[in-house]
């Protein structure tokens, strides 16, 4: 595995700390914050928290990171992780069914509503049109484990940006 994919593997994981929920977590993650990708092996190097997401109404959470170079900040280079299901969550159970395997648009705001609310689907493509907005020069990628794969490579295609799922 090469050392690109395995810092997408520890983002895939990190990235579920986003959630202010979960428990078990080394640490919660802060914008503008500076974290290793492997606390146990830090020749992979750090990432700069840009920005973080935790919807509420949804359950989507994600982070825009940029790699730390010799101490500084690569802003030209920016990944885009979502965090995948946790079963936990019914917004994450919603979201594997009726998004996922329906192929439904929206997202029902519960099931006995016919409400639609935003979906993680459309909440993931505003964040990375967030982050495209505030960083128009820098080359974006995704990635993600689970749901958060799914996510990754919709907006990967959307978005015509760099996708990868390790």
């Known amino acids: ?14 990235v579920y700390w986003v959630d202010k929920l979960k428990q078990n977590k080394d640490y919660s993650l802060k914008e503008g914050k500076t974290y290793p990708y492997n606390s146990k092996d830090e020749s992979l190097g750090q990432f700069r928290v840009l920005k973080v997401a935790d919807n509420k109404s949804n359950g989507m959470q994600a982070m825009a990171v940029a790699p730390v170079v010799n101490g500084v900040v690569d802003y030209d280079n920016i990944t885009i992780a979502y965090a995948g ?5 019914p917004n994450d159970r919603r979201t594997d069914l009726e998004n996922v395997i329906q192929g439904r648009e929206g997202l029902t705001a519960d099931f006995r509503s016919i409400e639609n ?14 982050i495209q907005k505030e960083y128009p020069q820098a080359t974006l990628s995704t ?7 799914y996510l990754a490579l919709l907006v990967a295609v959307k978005k015509q940006v760099g996708f990868n799922s390790l």
């Open 1 to 14: 595995m090469a050392v690109a994919d395995e810092k997408y593997n520890w983002l895939s994981n990190q």
């Open 85 to 89: 299901t946790n079963f936990s969550d």
């Open 117 to 130: 609310i935003d979906s993680q689907v459309d909440t993931a493509l505003e964040f990375a049109a967030d």
């Open 143 to 149: 990635t993600g484990h689970s749901l958060g794969g």
